[in-house]
Nanobody, 122 residues
Framework: VQLQASGGGLVQAGDSLRLSCVASGGTFRDYYMGWFRQAPGKEREFVAALSWSGRQKHYADSVKGRFTISRDNANNTMYLQMNSLEPEDTAVYYC????????????????WGQGTQVTVSS
């Protein structure tokens, strides 16, 4: 499956953004999907993930209550609604997919999009 992330931008603290990840070349509903992010000089970290149906969702503690992950299987698209953004959320955000429900770590996702930059100014 190929993944294309979009929706990043430059916003101020407290603003909202919605990221999208469009999948192609595979059966989207067969994949467990996730979002990761990587800030300059830091390792890629887990943000959120959801199951094939979208009913099971997991979030990193740092984004819980502010970010919402969702998917639209009819349109092969996953979303990340980000509210109350903070400067610490500044990073390149990557969408990822895998056929297996694994750990919320990069090594457990076999397919990756190219990343979209999110910059939050204070």
């Amino acid at each position: 499956v190929q993944l294309q992330a979009s929706g990043g931008g430059l916003v101020q603290a407290g603003d909202s953004l919605r990221l999208s990840c469009v999948a192609s070349g595979g059966t989207f509903r067969d994949y467990y999907m996730g979002w990761f992010r990587q800030a300059p000089g830091k390792e890629r970290e887990f943000v959120a993930a959801l199951s094939w149906s979208g009913r099971q969702k997991h979030y990193a503690d740092s984004v819980k209550g502010r970010f919402t992950i969702s998917r639209d299987n009819a349109n092969n698209t996953m979303y990340l609604q980000m509210n109350s953004l903070e400067p610490e959320d500044t990073a390149v955000y990557y969408c990822a997919a895998d056929r297996h429900w694994g750990r919320p770590v990069p090594d457990d996702f076999g397919f990756w999009g190219q990343g979209t930059q999110v910059t939050v100014s204070s």
